[in-house]
Nanobody, 126 residues
Framework: VQLQASGGGLVQAGGSLRLSCLAS???????????YGWFRRAPGKEREFVAGIRWRSGSTFHADSVKGRFTISGDKANTVYLQMNSLQPEDTALYYC??????????????????WGQGTLVTVSS
């Protein structure tokens, strides 16, 4: 199982980016992930939760700091997206996608997720 995050880049404040996270599994595996999450680590700070989605129901959960600006979603191709609008310099961070086979649990806890992508860098200039 691999998670590949992409879509990061340099954008001016007020701009938008869409991050993608593609989950690839061995063809023989029929298991699908129950939940996905996006986390970020800003320079000099600890990694923090950004948004999560329960795959089968489509229910989502967003951190207060991004609510109304960021939206997590997914499609049938096992790709999870993070649409980021109204970006601010404080959103500058390395963004990670994560996944777990568990359908239920605490979205915000890193320990809930067994699989992690490599991270994609988002830089917002003022």
């Amino acid at each position: 199982v691999q998670l590949q995050a992409s879509g990061g880049g340099l954008v001016q404040a007020g701009g938008s980016l869409r991050l993608s996270c593609l989950a690839s599994r061995r063809a023989a595996s029929r298991r699908t992930f129950g939940r996905y999450g996006w986390f970020r680590r800003a320079p000099g700070k600890e990694r923090e939760f950004v948004a999560g989605i329960r795959w089968r129901s489509g229910s989502t959960f967003h951190a207060d700091s991004v609510k109304g600006r960021f939206t997590i979603s997914g499609d049938k191709a096992n790709t999870v997206y993070l649409q980021m609008n109204s970006l601010q310099p404080e959103d500058t961070a390395l963004y990670y996608c994560a996944a777990t086979f568990s359908d239920y649990g605490d979205y915000v806890k890193e320990g809930e997720y067994e699989y992690w992508g490599q991270g994609t860098l988002v830089t917002v200039s003022s």
